[in-house]
């Protein structure tokens, strides 16, 4: 009877001990919303890629700033709907809509990197955008609580670029 009493307070232990973990603990996203001044729909056909102050594409060596794309430029994709014509509007990644997407780890450092984009029809200008660590959406309620306590600009929130056409 002792040994099954130990087993059960072992086991409750261990189990009271355990932090629930989010599916996104160790993955952050950048989110573009790229759009025509005066439009909220965003731009198709556009190439967003994560870039140094010089401009130069920063290569992912060894999974250092995404765990997907190892030794590869990063590479903003596309938003893409899940449901089919007759459902209600569903994308793959639903928090963040029609946008551009770029998953980065937890630890990735914003403030050191900018957005560069490019439009692959050569309509609108190409620009560089300075990113910030506010840029990541964070997914995990324990980050976003601890986020929350704090001051200036939240999270979560695309990086919403207005598009500046060519000039002839």
């Not at 700033?65 to 014509?85: D, E, H, P």
């Amino acid at each position: 009877m002792k040994i099954l009493s130990f087993f059960f307070l072992f086991f409750t232990l261990i189990t009271v001990g355990q932090v629930p973990h989010c599916g996104f603990d160790f993955t952050s996203y950048l989110v573009v919303k790229a759009h025509e001044d005066g439009k909220s729909e965003n731009v198709a056909d556009l190439k967003i890629t994560l870039v140094n102050e010089k401009g130069v594409e920063v290569i992912n060596e060894n999974n250092k700033y995404s765990w997907k794309n190892a030794n590869q430029a990063l590479i903003f994709t596309r938003n893409y709907l899940i449901s089919k014509s007759n459902e209600p509007e569903k994308w793959f990644f639903p928090y963040a809509g029609d946008t551009y997407l770029l998953s980065v780890t937890n630890t990735f450092p914003a403030e050191d990197f900018y957005l560069k984009i490019q439009d692959t029809k050569g309509v609108f200008q190409e620009q560089l955008v300075q990113l910030q660590a506010f840029n990541m959406y964070i997914l995990c309620s324990s980050e976003n609580e601890r986020q929350a306590r704090t001051f200036g600009p939240r999270t979560n929130s695309p990086i919403e670029v207005v598009l500046l056409p060519k000039t002839k």
